[in-house]
């Protein structure tokens, strides 16, 4: 078996490979005059897994090129990270369905796929091959633990995340509660308690994706009239669009976490040990 790395998953990939005690296929990109990306996996197995985050359209691009690259081969992809996979439905007439669009064009190629975290696991149904979603709500639990915080109060900052959050609390069998939150916009959002009380609390921020971080800002906000005596956000997928990363140190987080499924300078959490579980499987 040999691993191949997206240039947006190569830290994740790297580890995966430890994991799975194999190597790392060497891989030649390049960038015609035109703008047109070149790839050249260097070195096959029969069994190739290609890790790669689909961040942006040039990273679409890149997975389509490497899984066509590896044709005739048993190909397990993973996508720590699939872009484009909240736009799950026709939300307004005329719309397309975008994530439908991605996992049918991803699945070429491939034998089976794995998602890390996908928003909406009914998306799996639309890729054309095997396909499972991994979750390392365990893994975001276990950073918590190493906080060392004597009663933290998870939350969810709204019902979408409140099973992740229930999944992350169990690991310290710690208080959980969520928001109820209404989106104003795409970067603008009004918050509002649900079941809380976290006067002296600290807190914990937990969701599957960060993307502008406006959800754990405003949440934040909130925590902090309520009294809390300090606020953590943990995130799967840390996109931080828009300046995110610098709105939430802004805003007075004591520690922003997000995982490798996107690599930041905050990726402390990594997915390699579910992921390489998982094809070890
Ligand atoms: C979507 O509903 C996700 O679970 C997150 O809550 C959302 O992506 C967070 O977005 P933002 O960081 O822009 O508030």
Same mark, same amino acid.
């Given at each position: 078996?040999?691993v191949?790395y @997206?240039?947006?998953s190569q830290?994740l990939?790297?580890r995966?490979?430890?994991?799975l005690g194999?190597?790392?296929a060497?891989?030649?990109?390049?960038?015609?005059?035109?703008?047109?990306?070149y790839?050249?996996v260097?070195?096959?197995?029969?069994d190739?897994?290609?890790?790669?985050?689909?961040?942006d359209?040039?990273?679409?691009?890149q997975v389509?090129l490497m899984?066509?690259?590896c044709?005739?081969?048993n190909?397990?992809l993973?996508l720590?990270?699939?872009g484009?996979a909240?736009?799950?439905?026709?939300?307004n007439? %005329?719309?397309?369905?975008?994530a439908r669009v991605?996992?049918?064009?991803?699945?070429e190629?491939a034998?089976?796929?794995?998602?890390?975290?996908?928003h909406?696991p009914?998306?799996?149904?639309?890729f054309?091959c095997p396909a499972?979603?991994l979750?390392?709500?365990?893994?975001?639990?276990?950073?918590?633990?190493?906080?060392k915080?004597?009663?933290?109060?998870?939350l969810?900052?709204?019902d979408?995340?409140w099973?992740?959050?229930?999944?992350v609390?169990?690991? %310290?069998?710690w208080?959980?509660?969520?928001?109820d939150k209404?989106?104003?916009? %795409?970067?603008e959002?009004?918050?509002?308690p649900k079941?809380?009380?976290?006067n002296g609390r600290?807190?914990i921020?937990v969701?599957?994706?960060i993307a502008t971080g406006?959800?754990m800002t405003?949440?934040?906000?909130m925590?902090?009239k309520l %009294?809390?005596?300090s606020?953590?956000?943990a995130?799967v997928?840390?996109?931080?669009?828009?300046?995110?990363?610098?709105k939430l140190?802004?805003?007075?987080f004591a520690?922003i976490?997000s995982?490798d499924?996107?690599e930041?300078e905050?990726s402390?959490v990594? @997915?390699?040990?579910?992921?390489?579980?998982?094809?070890?499987?």
């Amino acid at each position: 078996m040999k691993v191949i790395y @997206a240039e947006t998953s190569q830290l994740l990939a790297t580890r995966v490979a430890y994991c799975l005690g194999c190597r790392i296929a060497e891989v030649k990109y390049n960038t015609f005059p035109d703008g047109e990306q070149y790839v050249r996996v260097m070195n096959f197995d029969d069994d190739m897994v290609i890790v790669a985050s689909t961040v942006d359209s040039r990273s679409i691009l890149q997975v389509l090129l490497m899984l066509d690259a590896c044709e005739g081969k048993n190909t397990t992809l993973v996508l720590p990270y699939m872009g484009y996979a909240r736009q799950d439905k026709r939300f307004n007439e %005329g719309e397309p369905i975008s994530a439908r669009v991605l996992a049918r064009v991803l699945s070429e190629g491939a034998s089976r796929i794995f998602t890390v975290n996908i928003h909406t696991p009914s998306v799996l149904g639309y890729f054309k091959c095997p396909a499972e979603n991994l979750t390392i709500a365990p893994k975001i639990g276990e950073h918590i633990q190493t906080l060392k915080l004597a009663d933290p109060l998870v939350l969810a900052p709204d019902d979408g995340a409140w099973e992740f959050a229930k999944s992350v609390a169990t690991i %310290g069998d710690w208080d959980c509660d969520h928001f109820d939150k209404t989106r104003l916009s %795409g970067s603008e959002v009004k918050m509002a308690p649900k079941h809380l009380d976290a006067n002296g609390r600290d807190c914990i921020l937990v969701d599957d994706i960060i993307a502008t971080g406006g959800s754990m800002t405003t949440a934040a906000g909130m925590l902090k009239k309520l %009294g809390a005596t300090s606020v953590r956000a943990a995130g799967v997928h840390g996109l931080f669009a828009n300046g995110g990363y610098v709105k939430l140190m802004q805003a007075g987080f004591a520690d922003i976490v997000s995982s490798d499924t996107i690599e930041r300078e905050c990726s402390r959490v990594t @997915a390699s040990t579910v992921v390489a579980d998982a094809i070890r499987r």
